[in-house]
C-alpha cells in the first residue's frame, strides 16, 4: 500500500483564477526556478475540456539516505498535471515519470469554493516496489514530500499576493 501525504491550504480568489494561475506558464516557470532548481520550461495545453501541464521538475535528494539514493539518482522526473474544467469543484490528478520502475509517484488535486474564496489541495502517493526496502524508504521520503507540496503552496500564496517577480 502506498504511502499519502496530503496538503491544503485557503485562498482570497475564485477556484477559477486559482486553476488559471496553477496552470499559467510564467507561474510554473518561476516555481520550477524558485523550488525545483531548473530553469526547463513546462508546457500547457488546453481544450475546452480540461488542462494538460508537462513539467519538468528536479525533486530534492540531498537527505535521502545514502541506502536508498540509487532509487532516486538525480532527482529529475517530469510531472505531467491533467485538470478536468467539467467538473466543480475543480479535480485533477498527476503523476511523476520517475525514470525509475520501482517507483511511483502521483496524486490528485482539487480546488473547492471556499467562503468567497478558495481551497486547493494536493494528496502525494508514492509507492517503491522493493520487497523490504520499499515500505521504509516511503516512509523516509513521506516528510520531505510532505513539506515539498507545503511550500509549494507557500509560493502560490507569495505569487498571488504579488510579493514574486515575475519572469520577464
Known amino acids: 500500500m502506498p ?56 525533486l530534492p535528494v540531498e537527505e535521502v539516505p545514502a541506502p536508498f539514493r540509487k532509487l532516486v539518482g538525480d532527482g529529475r522526473v517530469v510531472q505531467r498535471d491533467v485538470w478536468s474544467l467539467s467538473e466543480v469543484p475543480i479535480r485533477g490528478h498527476w503523476v511523476a515519470e520517475t525514470g525509475r520502475s520501482s517507483i511511483e509517484l502521483g496524486g490528485t488535486m482539487q480546488i473547492s469554493g471556499l467562503n468567497g474564496g478558495s481551497s486547493y489541495s494536493v494528496t502525494a502517493r508514492i509507492a517503491v516496489g522493493i520487497p523490504l526496502l520499499g515500505r521504509p524508504a516511503e516512509k523516509l521520503a513521506a516528510p520531505s514530500l510532505a513539506e515539498l507540496l507545503a511550500t509549494e503552496q507557500r509560493f502560490l500564496t507569495d505569487w498571488l499576493s504579488g510579493s514574486i517577480e515575475r519572469p520577464s
Open 3 to 58: 504511502t499519502t501525504v496530503q496538503a491544503e491550504e485557503s485562498y482570497r480568489c475564485s477556484p477559477r483564477h486559482l486553476l488559471d494561475v496553477l496552470t499559467d506558464q510564467a507561474f510554473l516557470t518561476a516555481r520550477g526556478l524558485r523550488l525545483a532548481g531548473t530553469a526547463d520550461l513546462p508546457t500547457v495545453d488546453r481544450n475546452d475540456d480540461e488542462v494538460r501541464l508537462t513539467i519538468p521538475r528536479l
